[in-house]
Every structure is written in structure tokens, then in C-alpha cells.
């Protein structure tokens, strides 16, 4: 449970892309703002600001949701993955180096929400169909590229998932 210390501000615990992090919040804040201000993980953008268009995509516990509608006290004891948490050390994933080479990205206000919600479809569906992609990333909206690119880079990445595993 959160604790409410005297400043008016909750403790919160979490596990943000694999690492435990304590942090203080207004019981009013998002984990979106959570996030950005107070965490500096700036790759969750404020689009919408009302879960309409999916650039604030994370994961929580597993579940894909927009960070604009979740409160940061609610987070208290879960695991979050942002799209700062995608790419290991080694460098960029399949699914982000199709979207680079797909040129699936313009303005990059939607990029990170588009990367977080494909890298969770290819963990559930390792090889999903073109109406599966477009099905799953309905919640993303993006004003640059129209879409069919970055479909495209999802199916690129999941052959090279399929290709990898053969």
C-alpha cells in the first residue's frame, strides 16, 4: 500500500524497467506525469492526455495501458515497462531497428507508444496477421506516416522473431 507522508505526497514503490525505484507523488498525479517529471523518462509523450491516442502506452503488470489514465499512487508494488525499457545494452531490438529501417516514425510524438504496444503483441503473438497488428495497435493514433509503414515494420520484426527461433 502507498503511504501518505506529511508534504501531502504518497511514497510509492515500483519496478520500473527491471529496477525497484521509490518515488513521491500527488495523490492526483498520472503515471504519466510521474514518469516524465519526476522520473525523467521522457519516452512516454502526453498526447491526448485522456487514453484516446496511445503515445503514454506502458506496460503495467504485463498489461498494455495508456499512463495519461493511471494514477502514479496506483502503481504502488507493480512492474512497469516504458519504452526507455525496450532496448538492452546491446542495442536496438528487431521491432526498433524495423521501425528505423521501415522508416515507420516522423515526428516521434507516437513512436514510443507504438513500440510499447508491438513489442507486447509479439510477446503474446509471436506471429500475428496483418488485421491482428492493425487490430492491436487500433488505441495508437499517429498524424505523420499513415500507418502502413510502421504495420509493415511489425511484420518485419515479427519474421525476424520467427526467423530467429527456426
Not at 42 to 56: D, I, S, Y
Not at 61 to 80: A, H, K, P, T, W
Request: one cysteine or more; glycine letters at 12%.
Amino acid at each position: 500500500m502507498a503511504t501518505q507522508v506529511q508534504t501531502g505526497k504518497v511514497a510509492v514503490h515500483a519496478t520500473i524497467n527491471g529496477d525497484p525505484t521509490d518515488f513521491l507523488c500527488e495523490p492526483r498525479e498520472s503515471l504519466l506525469e510521474v514518469l516524465r517529471d519526476r522520473l525523467g523518462l521522457t519516452g512516454a509523450k502526453e498526447g491526448c492526455n485522456n487514453g484516446n491516442c496511445g503515445a503514454c502506452n506502458v506496460l503495467m503488470d504485463g498489461r498494455l495501458v495508456n499512463s495519461c489514465c493511471v494514477l502514479g499512487v496506483e502503481v504502488q508494488g507493480c512492474e512497469i515497462g516504458t519504452a526507455e525499457g525496450i532496448a538492452g545494452s546491446e542495442g536496438l531490438t528487431p521491432l526498433q531497428q524495423c521501425f528505423l529501417e521501415g522508416a515507420a516514425l516522423q515526428c516521434g510524438v507516437c513512436t514510443p507508444g507504438f513500440l510499447v504496444a508491438a513489442q507486447a503483441l509479439l510477446e503474446q503473438n509471436p506471429n500475428p496477421t496483418e488485421h491482428e497488428i492493425r487490430w492491436w495497435l487500433a488505441g495508437n493514433l499517429c498524424r505523420c506516416t499513415g500507418y502502413d509503414k510502421i504495420i509493415r515494420a511489425v511484420q518485419a520484426a515479427a519474421e525476424q522473431g520467427r526467423a530467429a527461433h527456426r
